[in-house]
C-alpha cells in the first residue's frame, strides 16, 4: 500500500488465481492450534474514535502513492458505528489542499507481532478510484527506509474490480511493479457486497493468504529474486486504511458515488502454533 502494489509475474498469477462462490463464512471460529494475543472487536458507541490503546491515527496526505485524498484523525474518516464494527469513511470534500478526505490507522509502537496468524472480518467499498487496504509495515521503518524495512499486504483492492483481491509483499529487490503478489477472483458477486475474513498465516517457512478460509497465494524465501532479502522474521504492525485515488486504481470518475465506507467488524491477532 505505501507504493504501487504488484504487477505479478504471469506463472506466478497464474499458480496463484482461484475462483470461488461469494462466501458467507464469518471465521469467528479460532484456528486450531493457535492462541489469540491481540483483538479489536470495535465495541463501543457511535462515533467514538479507535480505541487509542490498540490504534494510532496517520494523519497526512500522499504517503508515496500520489493518492488524493487527506487522512485525518476526524470521527467523520474514523470511528465505531455503534454496532460492532469500525467505519473508515472516504469523503469528497476540499481539506487541507485535497478534494478527499480518509482515514489511516495502524498499530506502530502499540502492538508489532512477529509471525502468527492476522485476519480481519471486512465489507468493502466500491468504485472507480478507491483503494482500501488492510495490510502490515517492518516497525523499523522509521530507521529503515521502505522497501528494506518489508511490507505485507494482507488485503489490497480496487474498487472498479470489485470481485479481485491481492495479496502481496513488498521487500529489498521485490517493490512497486516488481513485487510478489497472487489475487483471488469470486466466481460471481463482489467483495463490496458483504462480509469476508481476510488472512495472513505468517510462519518460519513463508507467508500464505487466504480469503474466507481458501488458501490462494504463498510466499518463500525461495520464491524472491536471485540476492534478494527475506525481510519477514522481524515486528510488522497493521493498518488500515482506504485511500482514494493513487498510481494503482487512478482517480475517481463521475461515476463513483461518495461517501465510501470499509466496515471493519475486527481484527484478530494469533500466535504462530508452538
Given amino acids: 500500500m505505501r507504493f504501487r502494489p504488484a504487477r505479478s509475474r504471469p506463472a506466478a498469477v497464474a499458480a496463484a488465481l482461484l475462483l470461488a462462490v461469494l462466501a458467507g463464512c464469518t471465521g469467528d471460529a479460532p ?51 455503534g454496532d460492532g464494527h469500525l467505519s473508515i469513511t472516504a469523503r469528497e470534500e476540499a481539506y487541507e489542499g485535497q478534494p478527499y478526505t480518509s482515514g489511516r490507522i495502524k498499530t506502530q509502537d502499540l502492538f508489532e507481532p512477529t509471525r502468527g496468524r492476522v485476519e480481519a472480518r471486512i465489507k468493502l467499498p466500491v468504485g472507480q478510484g478507491i483503494w482500501p487496504a488492510f495490510w502490515m509495515l517492518g516497525a523499523d521503518i522509521d530507521r529503515v527506509p521502505w522497501p528494506w524495512c518489508g511490507e505485507i499486504d494482507i488485503m489490497e483492492y480496487r474498487g472498479q474490480e470489485p470481485r479481485v483481491l491481492w495479496g502481496t509483499i513488498h521487500g529489498p529487490g521485490y517493490a512497486g511493479d516488481d513485487a510478489i503478489g497472487g489475487r483471488h477472483v469470486l466466481a460471481e458477486g463482489g467483495f463490496h457486497l458483504g462480509f469476508h475474513v481476510f488472512a495472513v498465516e505468517w510462519d518460519e517457512a513463508g507467508i500464505t493468504w487466504e480469503v474466507d478460509g481458501h488458501t490462494y497465494h504463498r510466499v518463500e524465501p525461495a520464491d524472491l529474486p536471485a540476492g534478494a532479502e527475506w525481510v519477514y522474521d522481524r515486528p510488522f504492525f497493521i493498518l488500515l486504511n482506504v485511500a482514494v485515488g493513487g498510481r494503482w486504481v487512478g482517480p475517481p470518475d463521475a461515476a463513483t458515488e461518495f461517501p465510501q465506507t470499509m466496515l471493519v467488524d475486527w481484527v484478530r491477532v494469533y500466535a504462530a502454533p508452538r
Avoid: H, M
Fill in 31 to 81: 484456528p486450531p492450534g493457535n492462541e489469540l494475543v491481540w483483538q479489536d472487536e470495535f465495541d463501543g458507541p457511535a462515533g467514538a474514535l479507535p480505541d487509542p490503546g490498540r490504534w494510532r491515527f496517520d494523519v497526512g496526505t500522499d504517503w508515496g502513492n500520489a493518492q488524493l485524498e487527506y487522512d485525518t484523525d476526524r470521527p467523520e474518516n474514523a470511528s465505531l458505528d
